[in-house]
């Protein structure tokens, strides 16, 4: 089944405490994005990547750090979380970037305290 | 600066009858339009897109409508159903920056 599986599907922490959400596809997708949803702001786009050890920053980068070594995966790294990334977090992926549907995953729920 | 702007927080419709959600945009380098549809604790899913070299895209129910000197795009779903009840996003991509832009998000209620 063709899917993007992201883990953990909830997380809580504390502030300060360097944690990793980890994004797998298996559709063969060159381009993989992360995303966080807060209430009235939608979707923002935080980190995206065209294709392996190629990465860019999206909206919101600001805390976060992504990495892509391999085709199939792209985690989302928070160094030092703070409370303002309390969010839903969203990674989802596409053929190329730009002109195709993107695949998202379930989610994350993630508290920083 | 919000540069895709989707105006209704919500949206409720009669079962059967027309559903139309809008969506506006600023940056005219956007190309590329998409819709998704989202349920509680579940990932946004893909409905229906719209290159801006066209004015319609039809799939089913589901019709795409956009206006580029306004800056605007609709979708409209006939009939709508309680299944359809959801939280719609609209985006935007420009092709060439490889980004998207996301709207706030419209919940629609389809009432039985």
């Known amino acids: 089944e063709a899917q993007v599986t992201q883990n953990p599907r909830y997380l809580i922490t504390v502030t300060g405490k360097k944690l990793t959400v980890t994004c797998s596809q298996n559709?063969?997708?060159?381009?993989m994005s992360w995303y966080r949803q807060d209430p009235g702001l939608g979707l923002r786009q935080i980190y995206y990547?065209?294709?392996?050890?190629?990465?860019d920053k999206g909206d919101v980068p600001e805390g976060y750090k992504v990495s892509r070594k391999e085709k199939r995966n792209f985690p989302l790294i928070l160094e030092s979380p703070s409370p303002n990334q309390t969010s839903l977090y969203f990674c989802?992926?596409?053929?190329?970037?730009?002109?195709?549907?993107?695949?998202f995953g379930p989610g994350t729920r993630l508290t920083v305290t | 600066d919000q540069q895709v702007k989707q105006n209704s927080p919500s949206l409720s419709v009669q079962e059967g009858r027309i559903s139309i959600l809008n969506c506006d945009y600023t940056?005219?380098?956007?190309?590329?339009f998409l819709w998704y549809k989202k349920y509680p604790a579940e990932g946004p899913t893909f409905l229906i897109s719209?290159?801006?070299?066209?004015d319609k895209n039809e799939d089913g129910r589901f019709t795409v409508f956009l206006n580029k000197s306004a800056k605007h795009l609709s979708l409209h779903i006939v009939p709508s159903q309680p299944g359809d009840s959801a939280v719609y996003f609209c985006?935007?991509?420009?092709?060439?920056?490889?980004?998207?832009?996301f709207g706030t998000g419209t919940r629609l209620k389809v009432l039985a």
């Open positions: 989802a992926s596409s053929l190329d970037g730009g002109r195709y549907e993107q695949y």
């Open positions: 559709m063969n997708h060159e381009y």
């Open positions: 990547s065209m294709n392996v050890e190629v990465t």
């Open positions: 940056n005219s380098m956007f190309d590329y």
């Open positions: 719209i290159s801006s070299i066209k």
């Open positions: 985006a935007a991509s420009d092709s060439g920056t490889y980004k998207y832009i």
